[in-house]
Structures are given as C-alpha cells and as structure tokens.
Nanobody, 115 residues
Framework: QVHLVESGGGLVQAGGSLRLSCTTS????????MGWYRQAPGKQRELVAT???????NYADSVKGRFTISRDNGKNTVSLQMSSLKPEDTAVYYC?????????WGQGTQVTVSS
C-alpha cells in the first residue's frame, strides 16, 4: 500500500500562484507514475499532469505553459507549481500514484481561484 498526503491548496486571486505537494509513504519502492488530477463541482475528475519515474511529463492542454509537475524520487514526493491561475482552475486537486500494487489517491486539497 501507498499512502498519500497533499498540502498547499487554498484561495488565490486570478493570475496568482500556488504550489501543491504530495508526500507518499508505505510501499513507495513500487511507485512508477505520479500525478495530479482535479475535480470541479458537477464535473468528472480530470487529468492535470503526470510524471514518470524517469521524469517524462504529460499535461492537460488547459494547463500547459502554466503548471509544472516535478518529483523527488529520493523523498518520494510530487509537486505541482501552478501559475497564472484562472477561476476555471478551481477544483479539488488529488495526488495520484500508479504502482506495482495498484493505483492510489490522496484525500484531495481544495484550490479556489477568485476572479
């Protein structure tokens, strides 16, 4: 099992920045891909960004050029630097991990962008 804890959400004005972090514990040796998803009220959960163990990244078109995902394999953490935030980025953001033992999710952290 892998346990995930997110931090860094909050309220920010449009155009501002936030940094989300996710700390993992447990069977972290089995972790492969890590990433972030988000879910806005009334909408389905959607991919924001993922990063492979080798550092290869994948971003949703809506966040390309504004968000940057990174990971520290030594510390088993993944972060999401969000800049030029827009009201439509408002959502609960979930940390995600794909491992040999399955897929795991964090409890979510709220990001609210005011206009």
């Amino acid at each position: 099992q892998v346990h995930l804890v997110e931090s860094g959400g909050g309220l920010v004005q449009a155009g501002g920045s936030l940094r989300l972090s996710c700390t993992t514990s447990g069977s972290t040796f089995s972790v492969n891909r890590m990433g972030w998803y988000r879910q806005a009220p009334g909408k389905q959960r959607e991919l924001v960004a993922t990063i492979s163990i080798g550092g290869g990244t994948n971003y949703a078109d809506s966040v390309k050029g504004r968000f940057t995902i990174s990971r520290d394999n030594g510390k088993n953490t993944v972060s999401l630097q969000m800049s030029s935030l827009k009201p439509e980025d408002t959502a609960v953001y979930y940390c995600y991990v794909a491992s040999w033992t399955g897929d795991y999710w964090g409890q979510g952290t709220q990001v609210t962008v005011s206009s």
